[in-house]
């Protein structure tokens, strides 16, 4: 079963408008990061928060975390039509070893 | 080029044939994850393994197995394959076993199974 869940599952915007997508896990982690995938390929790390930090920035990137609502989300500002893709949290439990937890995914359509 | 190379990138077998992938981490790192992307079940972490060594296991069934040999490369053996196994995996590497960013990962292009 996934630790984490996306949501919304899909997002349709125009470009130039912000998205935002929501995450929420079920146990205790170290951290929560954010990835990219484009259709069929590999995914792309974006970010990583720490368990201790609430806000991270990086670009047009912006992540909040929640650990007392389990929850995380990933604001894309001014969104472009390159932005076009799947994005997925992940969580990242160390007990001897990284477990990271993907979760199902939003797939975000920009429209140009 | 992430950086992270998987062989082969497509491949198509029957039912009940055992096929391996391989992986080669990128250069430096010593951690390496596999993971299972179908439509239905989404990523699904399977295993992994740090410097020859497993580290974490997620759901990997009975019928699959991996190793990590001495010059770091990994493989993953997939057994009496069943159409349900018909998938996208990933390999992903990283640098550091634990850490601040031990877990980032760089993930290589994937290997596509096609079960008939």
């Known amino acids: 079963s996934q630790q984490g869940e996306e949501d919304p599952q899909a997002l349709s915007i125009q470009e130039g408008e912000n998205a935002t997508m929501n995450c929420s896990y079920k146990?205790?982690?170290?951290?929560l990061q954010w990835y990219r995938q484009n259709s069929g390929r590999g995914l792309v790390h974006l970010i990583l928060?720490?368990?201790?930090?609430r806000e991270k920035h990086s670009g047009r990137l912006r992540v909040t975390l929640d650990t007392s609502k389990k929850s995380s989300s990933l604001l894309i500002t001014a969104s472009r039509a390159a932005d076009t893709a799947s994005y997925f949290c992940a969580t990242g439990m160390y007990t001897g070893g990284f477990k990271t937890i993907f979760g199902a995914g939003t797939r975000l359509f920009v429209k140009a | 080029d992430s950086g992270v190379t998987q062989t082969p990138k497509h491949l198509i077998t029957a039912t009940g044939q055992r096929v391996t992938l391989r992986c080669s981490p990128r250069?430096?790192?010593?951690?390496v994850y596999w993971y299972q992307q179908s439509l239905d079940q989404g990523l699904q972490f399977l295993i992994q393994y740090y410097n020859g060594e497993e580290r974490a296991k997620g759901n990997i069934l009975e019928r699959f197995s991996a190793q990590q040999f001495p010059d770091l490369h990994s493989e993953l053996n997939l057994s009496s394959l069943e159409l349900g196994d018909s998938a996208l995996y990933f390999c992903a590497s990283s640098g550091r076993l634990a850490g601040a960013g031990a877990n980032v990962l760089t993930f290589g292009a994937g290997s596509r199974l096609t079960v008939l």
């Open positions: 928060i720490r368990s201790n930090e």
């Open positions: 250069s430096g790192d010593l951690s």
């Open positions: 146990t205790s982690i170290n951290n």
